[in-house]
């Protein structure tokens, strides 16, 4: 396929744009463009997404959206989708890859200070290799937060974790090799 499908947006559902804007770009540092008063912002979180050679690919970047429940659009209504209101049920999951000058502590402090509710923290999936930790924003919706750990890599052909990850000892762990 010369032009596969791809995900390029993935919206947020608030109630309150405004302060779910300034939770975004307080907690991971993310410019946050506000497009419709009241109705939605787009973030564009990591840049472009990178070729082998380093260039910028085809593919561009993952926008993210924040849209008013109130209000969902696009819809040909002008009241926009059903249903309007939040959900406390199951709503977007997000996985983040903290960035090099960023850490996992950092930023669940900052999410917790701004309403947050964290889920879990320090913990290592051995299936991706990846240190995680997780919270619900203040609208319903959970961020996933994931880093490399020292010591190992994935070989990205097989799948498998090639060396032995330095983690500390209170963290705990699920799937690794007994």
């Given at each position: 396929m010369s032009n596969p499908n791809r995900l390029v947006f993935v919206d947020f559902p608030t109630d309150d744009i405004e302060a779910s804007a300034k939770f975004y770009e307080e907690v991971f540092g993310w410019e946050v463009e506000r497009r419709i008063p009241d109705l939605?912002?787009?973030?564009?979180?990591g840049g472009y997404f990178k070729n082998p050679d380093d260039?910028?690919?085809?593919?561009?970047?993952?926008?993210?959206?924040?849209?008013?429940v109130e209000n969902a659009r696009p819809?040909?209504?002008e009241n926009g989708a059903e249903p309007r209101v939040l959900s406390s049920g199951r709503t977007t999951r997000a996985w983040i890859l903290v960035g090099d000058d960023d850490s996992q502590e950092r930023i669940l402090e900052a999410?917790?200070?701004?309403g947050a509710k964290i889920l879990w923290k320090d913990h290592y999936w051995h299936e991706f290799?990846?240190?995680n930790s997780s919270f619900i924003d203040p609208w319903g919706n959970q961020i996933n937060l994931w880093s490399k750990p020292e010591g190992a890599i994935e070989d990205y052909d097989t799948h498998k974790v090639i060396g032995e990850p330095k983690l500390p000892s209170h963290w705990t762990q699920e799937g690794a090799p007994g």
């Open positions: 939605f912002c787009r973030i564009v979180p260039s910028d690919s085809e593919i561009q970047n993952l926008h993210m959206g924040i849209f008013n819809h040909p209504e999410a917790e200070r701004l290799n990846g240190l």
